[in-house]
């Protein structure tokens, strides 16, 4: 089975996102991809203030194949409300954040009080980690530093010019997992694997925006054993997502 670790569901007309599960699911379809974590475009609160209920009724709508993170701002005073909310309440199984929207420093103390506290119901916190300011993998190091108990997802591993960066912080500091989606280099899937293990890299394909079809090619590309290839595609994330408790 493989298991998508970061896609997007969301319908947002005054922006012009319209992507409701549908299309999403027929790419999950063609790709071979069984379950998928959905989230957001937009962080809440914001322009879509029914982000949460939305999430929640598209998994209601299809439970067998998504599962909801919430994407918040951190500088939003009853953020943790919200994701007591949407953990507690809706059955959310993580947090997600990024700091060129939200324009929240990773480390700072806001950001880090939310994360605390999806650590509490142990969620992980899937970042946006990539080449813009304030979403490079030694910035979010320093979070991993201040939040030690929480499983800290670097999505996208650093995207174009910070992978090797995204391995270094992750080899260094054991609470942070390496994510696939929008990353080209199959070669650095493999690296990887090899030098913090299988057991901490989750395939993802930040769907519909990037292709599943293609994103699961590339991990097929990197050169992993079978035996990798489970825990990177299905194990990983779903030990994750049976380990939160509401």
Request: hydrophobic letters at 45%; one cysteine or more.
């Amino acid at each position: 089975m493989i298991i998508d670790s970061h896609t997007h569901v969301d319908e947002v007309p005054a922006l012009g996102w319209i992507d409701p599960p549908e299309p999403l699911l027929r790419l999950m379809d063609e790709a071979g991809i069984a379950k998928a974590v959905i989230m957001t475009y937009t962080d809440l609160p914001g322009v879509n203030p029914n982000a949460l209920e939305y999430i929640a009724g598209v998994v209601a709508r299809y439970p067998d194949r998504l599962v909801g993170y919430a994407r918040l701002n951190p500088i939003y005073e009853d953020a943790v409300g919200l994701l007591e909310m949407a953990i507690g309440r809706l059955g959310f199984k993580g947090l997600k954040l990024h700091p060129v929207s939200t324009l929240a420093h990773p480390a700072d103390a806001e950001t880090v009080r939310l994360i605390h506290k999806a650590a509490e119901y142990n969620a992980p916190t899937l970042f946006h980690c990539g080449d813009e300011p304030m979403t490079t993998p030694l910035t979010i190091a320093e979070t991993a530093r201040k939040c030690p108990e929480a499983t800290i997802i670097l999505g996208h591993m650093g995207g174009y010019m910070h992978v090797e960066e995204a391995i270094e912080v992750a080899v260094r500091l054991p609470n942070i997992l390496l994510e696939t989606s929008a990353m080209p280099y199959p070669a650095r899937i493999k690296e990887a694997v090899e030098r913090i293990g299988a057991h901490r890299v989750l395939f993802a394909s930040d769907g519909p925006g990037c292709d599943p079809a293609i994103e699961v090619q590339k991990v097929k590309l990197a050169g992993l054993t079978p035996d990798e290839e489970i825990l990177v595609f299905e194990t990983n994330i779903r030990r994750l997502l049976e380990g939160v408790t509401p």
